[in-house]
């Protein structure tokens, strides 16, 4: 079939214009052909918007490593195209729609696991390359068909363990399971549920509830009774109101636990601005930002970032996306989307992307190491090894990464 960047007279005269207005910035003829186009879907508004600019600015920086090597097959990289998830799936799929019309040959996001459902048939379907740093639902990468829906987060199914141990490694015998009612909450506290009884630890409750509630008494209550000793989040920024509660009930910080959604570098501040030491001994289990180096650089990057959740995935998608194409030798998703897996595994180990893409000049089959973990697509775009971070919060409210854990 015709390339989707086939162009008509009128739009061919127009580019060829710009074309050789962007000759100064490495766009023009000098180029190894169609410059490749990314765009995001992230939430740069709504509930989930502190999700944002860690995943923009990863992208951003990811792609400035890339220009300052040369570019994608000798052409710089154009300006990410922007798109608005705002967790509400009518926007997100305007978002999408807008991309596709821009000739957007790989689009990062959706954040939210279920804004991704929302989009996934439309970018998929139009060959469009799709590719999420934070889509953690179980399943999800298996209801894509077409193979163009790629996650370098990790499956929830993989959290949910590492999360147990975490918990039975502190001795707790009984734990509370409260979740926001959507994909992602009940599949990570499933997982969770099932690792936390195969380690002899009993659930005493596990409930969801509506995260557009006007506030969650109801929740708070039925934990602070139940008993447990132990109590697991499974939430984002409304996960503030509910620890926020349970402390006011009794409950201390060191008997809850997080996870991703609630990898919040600010959260102790968001619990108790007075106070930030409130939430002193809360722990969580979250997909791994990355290495020290990547935040270093991603932080002098960006000087104003304090939330870093997701960065290092979205990075990995960037990187991953440009190596496809530069082992693929074409800027059709069509064309690069066949190498998007092999340049993940079962090759000469690299990092970051002029390292690697100098080794696929020089003909080596490579096997791109993340800063988010070694990556190793998977035959339906899942990621089959990854590093979880154990992150906490000490007595002046300060976030830092207790551990990290490689699965499997």
Known sequence: MPSKKALSLT??????????????????????????QFGYVFP?????????????KAAEYAMKEINDAGGVLDTELPDILAGDEAN????????ADRLIDQDADVILGAAASGMTQAIMDKVTGAEVVQCSGSNTAPGLAEEDESG?????????????????QKIAGD?????????RADDYGEGLADAAAEALEENGIEVVYQEGYDPNAPNFDSVIGDISGSDADSVVLVAFEEGVQIITGLIEEGVGAD?????????????AEKVDADDPGTLEGFQGTAPDNG?????????????????FQFSGQVYDCTIVAALAAEQAESSDPTVFV???????????????????????????????????GPIDFDDNGDVTSATFQVYGYDSEGEHSKQDAITVP
């Open 255 to 267: 008997q809850m636990y997080g996870t991703d959604g609630l990898n919040d570098e600010t959260l």
């Open 171 to 179: 001795g707790h015998q009984s734990v509370a399971i409260t979740y």
């Open 338 to 372: 066949n190498e998007i897996a092999a340049v993940s595994k079962d090759g000469t180990e690299c990092s970051g992307f002029e390292e690697c893409r100098d080794l696929i000049r020089d003909g080596e089959d490579i096997d791109y190491q993340g800063v988010s």
């Open 88 to 95: 509400d799936a009518a926007q997100a799929n305007n978002a």
């Open 291 to 307: 290495e020290g180096d990547f935040i270093e650089g991603l932080s002098a990057f960006d000087e104003e970032l304090e939330v």
């Open 11 to 36: 739009a061919a005269a127009a580019a060829i214009t710009l074309g050789l207005t962007a000759c100064g910035n490495g766009g023009g003829e000098e180029g190894g052909g169609d410059a490749l």
């Open 148 to 164: 163009y829906y790629w996650r370098t987060a990790p499956s929830d199914l993989m959290q949910g363990p590492v999360l147990a």
């Open 44 to 56: 740069e508004t709504g509930d989930l918007a502190h999700l944002g600019p860690p995943q923009i």
